[in-house]
């Protein structure tokens, strides 16, 4: 069993930066993949970015033009996301997700098995 704990996010204004961090409890969460999702008032679940579980892969959304960095720390059980030259656009509920044992990095929300509560970002223009 895995429980995951999102933390960071808040109000800041466009152009500015936060970094999101995603605590993860189990013993097997250092065996998984891990992602960001984020969703927008009034629109779908997306994709924002995944790790594996070495950390020598990653993903992310194009949207993002390397805006955003995902790395972890397994020592820590932790994941974090740097989120730079932020936009009104990217406000959101950011969710942190675990993977399967696989220990792949996914974009796709099917292969996480566990979900964070959610973290509110909130940008200003």
């Known amino acids: 069993q895995v429980q995951l704990a999102e933390s960071g996010g808040g109000l800041v204004q466009a152009g500015g930066s936060l970094i999101l961090s995603c605590v993860a409890s189990g013993r097997t969460s250092s065996l998984r993949g891990m992602g960001w999702f984020r969703q927008a008032p009034g629109k779908e679940r997306s994709f924002v970015a995944a790790?594996?579980?070495?950390?020598?892969?990653?993903y992310y959304d194009d949207s993002l033009n390397d805006r955003f960095t995902i790395s972890r720390d397994n020592a820590k059980n932790t994941v974090y996301m740097q989120m730079n030259s932020l936009k009104p656009d990217d406000t959101a509920v950011y969710h942190c997700?675990?993977?399967?044992?696989?220990?792949?990095?996914?974009?796709?929300?099917?292969?996480?098995?566990?979900w964070g509560q959610g973290t509110q970002v909130t940008v200003s223009s």
């Open positions: 790790i594996s579980s070495s950390g020598r892969i990653t």
């Open positions: 997700g675990a993977g399967r044992l696989t220990g792949i990095a996914s974009r796709r929300s099917e292969d996480y098995d566990y």
